[in-house]
């Protein structure tokens, strides 16, 4: 897996795939853009894409935009905030300080511009992936041994457009992107998961076994709809 840089669209993952028989360009959980196209097929395919279909792109970003508008101040996660600055270099400066997550404007920009929405989401990520890895292990821990469920390990990601997900040989996979929910929501993905140690269906016998760890499971699953892990 490879990048390429735009000047307009920033960073661009390149995957090869033998599956693939022609070129794609989509939006990836991050925000920025994941180009596909065959194994042996030329760079200058993607490229000659993004020349030709930049209104489109465009259209298809903004529509996969979450819902938010980042302002000074406001709450990142569990514990991080965006403290929004100016000054006169030319370069948009994001950073992590504490758990202060800084962004040096210069006077021509603004949180609404895309480039700068995409570094920051690449700190918001980086942020959320330290709060993850901080709460989410504990707090599984302690409910696999409420449910009497083993699992083998615990990975982190924000890579998918899921939440959470369980596989066969036990691995429990997370988003980062689940700090940005409130605690119970946070609770039912996690027994939601653990659940499918046992069962991994979505039969009644599995969401029995939901019901035990969140007995409010019905309600959390509906909110949840209204959530999205995109950043």
């Not at 065959?38 to 993607?46: E, G, M, Q, S």
């Not at 529509?63 to 569990?78: A, D």
């Not at 429990?172 to 119970?184: D, T, Y």
């Not at 140690?197 to 969401?207: E, G, I, R, T």
């Amino acid at each position: 897996m490879s990048t390429i840089h735009d000047d307009e669209f920033g960073k661009i993952t390149i995957r090869r795939s033998a599956r693939a028989n022609h070129v794609r360009v989509k939006v990836a959980p991050d925000g920025t853009l994941r180009a596909s196209l065959p194994l042996y097929a030329p760079l200058f395919l993607v490229k000659r894409l993004l020349k030709n279909s930049r209104s489109d792109l465009r259209q298809i970003i903004a529509q996969s935009r979450p819902q938010t508008t980042y302002k000074n101040g406001m709450q990142i996660g569990k514990s991080h905030s965006l403290v929004v600055q100016t000054h006169t270099l030319p370069e948009v400066i994001i950073k992590r300080h504490r758990q202060q997550i800084i962004v040096q404007l210069p006077l021509n920009k603004t949180l609404a511009d895309l480039a700068v929405i995409q570094k920051l989401r690449t700190a918001i990520i980086a942020a959320l992936r330290i709060e993850a890895k901080s709460y989410l292990p504990q707090r599984l821990k302690f409910l696999a041994a409420k449910l009497d469920c083993n699992y083998t390990r615990v990975r982190f990601s924000h890579a998918s457009s899921r939440w959470g997900s369980c596989s066969s040989s036990g691995t429990i996979s997370l988003n980062v992107a689940l700090m940005k929910l409130p605690f119970e929501l946070i609770d039912y993905v996690l027994v939601h998961e653990l659940s499918h140690l046992k069962v991994m269906n979505h039969s009644p016998a599995f969401w029995r076994l939901v019901e035990q760890g969140d007995p409010q499971y019905l309600v959390h699953r509906r909110a949840l709809k209204h959530e999205t892990p995109s950043i």
